[in-house]
């Protein structure tokens, strides 16, 4: 006893600074957090026109906010500029990040320069358009098919049984025009009451959409709905039909959403169009990155939902916001 | 006990003073600190709640006055001619003629400020007048059905403020507004003729809202009395169910602040109710954003525990080192006094309890020695009368041989031999005595022996004869009395009486550079080396020699007895030596001090 006092005595001092360090430090808090988390995001485009991308950037934004990290957010001018959205890829990727964030002009450009933030260590979400790829950790994006089912579900309340339908539908390959015309077949095939003419393609051009409403009006007298695969569609079909005398007569289901649709709606041309929500889009494409960061298991599919809008709901508070996003 | 034994027990005593004291100062500083920092931080968090609660009110009160001009406007229209006369006049004609003044009155209202993004009046026959003659109702979206509308009809005169909401009754106009309505009433009758309607361009609420900044994550909202989001930066989460306020809460608090009642959250809301809407303005905080420099707080708190920390235990030691120190001195001179060391003072020199200890255990020390020194020389003195006693006891012995000597020679009518020893014996008393003086010049101590003598030789005629041979100049010293008599009663008795034929003792004396010699030799039998080895053995100290050999113990404790008083008045380098020879004599020195004068010592 006697031998060890020597030891035993500085070791008990030392224990209580220790003890007392502990609970001040512990109390206290751990000083300074770390810096918080860099989000790259790589959109289709940053045109500030382009106001379902200036809501998904809203809704990135809000997420960034809410959770502390540092975002910042690329892309190129035009939608089509898959060459510069790779060099943007390129310089992001040398950045280093802590996540990317991207939605792909292309489904299959892209794949290099994911499979290279990969090998960066840099995880990345893929949001509203997805790659051909199992490298993203999550994809972020509305359920078109399921979107579309919608539609389909939606058509019996508006159109007697054994009438027509024919589809609008936008590019051939196009990954949107493929789910949202197999999620209406889906649905109108299991209802099994209307007969589906056929699909046509517009290629994205307004007229396209006017040109061949007005032919399916003629060449099919039985029409009972036009089914828009999406806002270019649908408004070309709409001002078809009001031409051609039959706005209310042919059901018009529609995608997306615009001021001529809302007017459409309003008219009771246009019955219900679907639409999709960019800023729960971008608000969880960021809370998906920051997981993919913590490594927080996550759905490798997260669907932001989307929205049946007809006339009776057009101006219910929550659809306003939606369709209105912003005050000016 | 060991050597180191008292030094650990002394550290011990340090080490617990230390700790203990550490043990103390650092929980006392740990709960200081604690108690400051969350002093410091609820400071701080009632400080960052009165902000927030001042930025609430005052958007709060931004958003009333937008409010209040709404509603003079619509005074202000409500009860102008023209729009009274639009709105009473049965006839289209005269509603033509109303019509373009109350419109120029409304374009005048809303040109100067442009919140207000319409200003218009409502009959209850589908006709209309609003600021600008451009605008054409949207076909779409009769007035009558509109929220806004049903209102004010109901509340028949008083304003009502709608929530947020997308206006579309002009056509091809989609604006995001709060619209203030109101049923105008017929001057005249009284009764309802129209609505009027007021709309503020609601990006001027959200402006004011979004410029607030709460913390890096706190914002502002606002719900109507119904629990209506009117605005909310977050309007869509919520709407999508990703986001949730608690506004049955919200709507249902009388309070200006709490914090949201479900467990776990980090949301704290600041509200303020305003009067004209019953709209509740919410300001959000995070909770642990609610100290902004908290990290700092607690950085600087923990760096000054810790110095604390150091301060106190630095402090302690030292603190402990001061009053273990004048212990360990005082525990130091202790065994210092417990070698034998009483000339030892403890020098503390604190004026504490420590340095009266220190001052007590020096008077004990110094009590102790003069007790010490008491007793030694009490011991001295015991064993000087002791000896004094001794010396008295050679007598009666001798007394009893000499009277015996004196009786034979009274009976054998020798008158002249009873007569010289008798007066022989008389003066060796007398001498003995020697006023009770124990120190005594040589001529005294010559005189003694030569009466001892004296008698001797009346006693053994032939047998013995002797010389004095000390000089004259000797005989003024000093010397302890009675020496030479026992040394030459044993030189007769050990060494003459067993030699046959005549023995003679002669006394001499030298000045030597160290004193004066005395001697008294014999010419006697003499001793062996067993013998005198024994003999030097009993004089340095050894017990007297008890048995066999040719000395008796009397004899053997006289000699020591003389070398004893020798050493005890003059001191230890003086005394007796013995050289003899078998068959040879024996010859014994006394070493004295050459003193001269009458101090007694």
Sequence with gaps: ?328 | MNRSSPDTRHHSIQVSMALAFSIIAVSIIVGAILIAFSLTEETARIASRRYTQQLVNQVAANIDSYIDYMDSVSVFVQADRDVQEFLGAPSAERRGRAGPGASALLSTLVRSRKDISLVAVFDYEGGFISDDPEHRLNPFAEPARQSWFGMAQKESGRSVISSSHVQNVILDRYIWVISLSREILDSRSGLGSGVLLVDLNFDVIERICSSIELGKRGYIFIVDRNGEIVYHPQQQLIYGGLKSENIPLIVASADEYFTEASEGSDLLYSIKTMGATGWKVVGVNYRSELVENRDTIRRTYAFWGLAFFIIAILLSMLVSQRISKPIKLLRKSMQAVERGDFDVQADIGSANEIGELGKDFNIMTSEIKLLLHRITEQQEQKRKSELKALQMQINPHFLYNTLDSIIWMAEGKKQQEVIAMSSALARLFRLSISRGKEVIDIASEVEHVSNYLTIQKIRYKDKLDYRLEVPEELKGYRTVKIILQPLVENAIYHGIKNKAGTGIIIIAGVKTADGIELSVRDDGVGMDDVQLTRLRATLAGGEPDGGGGDYSPHSGLGVRNVDERIKLYFGPGYGLSYESEEDGGTIVRVRLPAIIGESEL
């Design chain 1, 1 to 328: 006893m006697k031998k060890i006092a020597p030891f035993v005595a500085p070791a008990i001092l030392l224990g209580i600074i220790f003890i007392g360090s502990f609970i001040i430090l512990y109390i206290a808090g751990t000083p300074a957090q770390r810096t918080p988390p860099r989000i790259a995001a790589v959109l289709k485009t940053i045109d500030s026109n382009m106001e379902f991308w200036e809501v998904v950037k809203s809704g990135m934004q809000t997420a960034a906010t809410e959770f502390s990290a540092r975002l910042e957010i690329y892309g190129p001018w035009m939608e089509s500029d898959v060459e510069g959205q790779k060099a943007i890829m390129d310089t992001v990727i040398r950045d280093r990040p802590t996540v990317i964030v991207l939605s792909a002009t292309d489904y299959t450009a892209l794949i290099p320069y994911v499979e290279r933030a990969a090998a960066a260590g840099i995880p990345v979400i893929t949001l509203d358009s997805g790659i051909d790829s199992a490298i993203p950790v999550s994809f972020v994006a509305t359920n078109s098919v399921e979107a579309a089912e919608k539609l389909g579900h939606h058509l019996p309340s508006l159109l007697e049984a054994g009438r027509s339908v024919a589809i609008i539908n936008h590019v051939p390959g196009a990954t949107t025009a493929i789910e949202r015309e197999a999620g209406v077949r889906k649905a109108l095939e299991k209802d099994g009451r209307y007969p589906i003419l056929g699909t046509w393609f517009t290629n994205n051009f307004l007229e396209n959409a006017y040109a061949i409403t007005i032919d399916l009006t003629q060449r099919y007298p039985e029409l009972g709905a036009i089914l828009a695969m999406n806002e270019v569609s649908t408004v070309g079909a709409a001002q078809a039909l009001v031409d051609a005398g039959l706005a209310g007569r042919v059901k018009l289901l529609g995608f997306d959403s615009s001021l001529e649709e809302i007017k459409f709606i309003e008219r009771g041309v246009l019955d219900a169009t679907v639409i999709q929500k960019p800023f729960a889009m971008g608000y969880l494409a960021v809370r998906a990155a920051l997981n993919a960061i913590n490594k927080i298991p996550q759905a490798r599919f997260i669907d932001t939902g989307s929205v049946l809008i007809t006339a009776d709901n057009l101006y219910l508070p929550e659809n306003q916001k939606l369709l209105f996003p912003f005050a000016e």
